[in-house]
């Protein structure tokens, strides 16, 4: 059993801190809202009145929070919790962030003698809930290795892809790949529909075919294919369209520091910018789609 702080209790966090307990982790918990904390509170946790209360007796220490500010802000700012880790707790953040971001925090506890991995997921809130998750792993190979067994209670896979930030960088790169491909896949089921085509059969023609992805065969974006799919709940919970055009975003930053072209990163950027625009922020990045079929 190992003693964790778990900080931020959202969409992912939540339920990744709950595979923790059913792992036999003792978890101490911290959000801003006390209905996630009450809520991982039933499930064994036990609840901190704030992030640096969470630290007590924490042998590691891992955060999920929405931004690169809010990573920054916690570990240091004011109030920063990094100064307050217990010595020798290993730090692990499972938030998408910029990759300088996680770069500037890991050195801040390079420096106070800690070991930190940025670990952003993929496998979206069902993945989370399943404990199924995909970690992409920046840092230490040996700061890894103690992390495996806690990753493991999360997660099946796990991918050291280099260095500090370097976890980040490749999250992005999933995330683009992913922001394009369910653009398209709600182009193409759209202009299916508008010629009279089922499309359901179209998506399951699709996903035995070349076109097939994630995107056609586990979040389609068409109301009524798949029952467990956001789409077919109003494409509530899910992954955020906000979400996916801030890791859109940091994915042209990132470019843009090396010289990188993505010109499809970039009109997908616009593309989901315009779907928040609509009033979709907060739904499911699959409402992609009603850019081409308002009335899906």
Not at 231 to 251: E, H, I, P, Q
Request: some cysteine; proline content about 5%; charged content about 15%.
């Amino acid at each position: 059993m190992t003693q964790i702080a778990f900080i931020g209790l959202g969409n992912m966090g939540g339920p990744m801190a709950a595979n923790l307990l059913k792992a036999g982790h003792a978890v101490r918990v911290f959000d801003l809202l006390p209905d996630a904390v009450a809520t991982a509170v039933g499930h064994g946790a036990q609840a901190a009145t704030s992030a640096p209360d969470a630290l007590a007796g924490a042998e590691v220490v891992i955060s999920m929070l929405p931004a690169s500010r809010h990573v920054e802000g916690l570990y240091l700012g004011a109030d920063g919790i990094l100064a307050r880790i217990p010595e020798g707790a290993l730090v692990i953040d499972c938030s998408t962030i910029a990759p300088a971001v996680a770069k500037k925090v890991s050195e801040a506890a390079a420096a106070r003698g800690l070991a930190m991995l940025d670990a952003p997921v993929s496998g979206g809130t069902a993945g989370a809930a399943a404990g199924t998750l995909t970690f992409i792993v920046g840092g230490a190979s040996e700061a890894l290795e103690r992390a495996r067994p806690v990753l493991g209670a999360m997660g099946k896979n796990i991918f050291h892809v280099g260095g500090s930030g370097a976890g980040q960088v490749a999250k992005l790169c999933n995330n683009m790949a992913l922001g394009v491909i369910m653009a398209v896949t709600g182009e193409a089921l759209a202009l299916g529909a508008a010629h009279g085509l089922d499309p359901a059969v179209l998506s399951q023609m699709m996903a035995v075919s070349t076109g097939r992805s994630w995107a056609t065969e586990v979040c389609n974006p068409w109301p009524g294919v798949l029952e467990n799919a956001p789409a077919s709940r109003g494409y509530t919970g899910g992954f955020g369209t906000d979400l996916m055009l801030k890791d859109l975003g940091l994915a042209a930053e990132a470019a843009m520091g090396v010289g990188a072209a993505i010109p499809l990163g970039e009109l997908a950027r616009n593309l989901y910018a315009l779907n928040s625009k609509a009033g979709r922020g907060g739904l499911d990045f699959s409402s992609i789609v009603k850019l081409a079929a308002p009335d899906a």
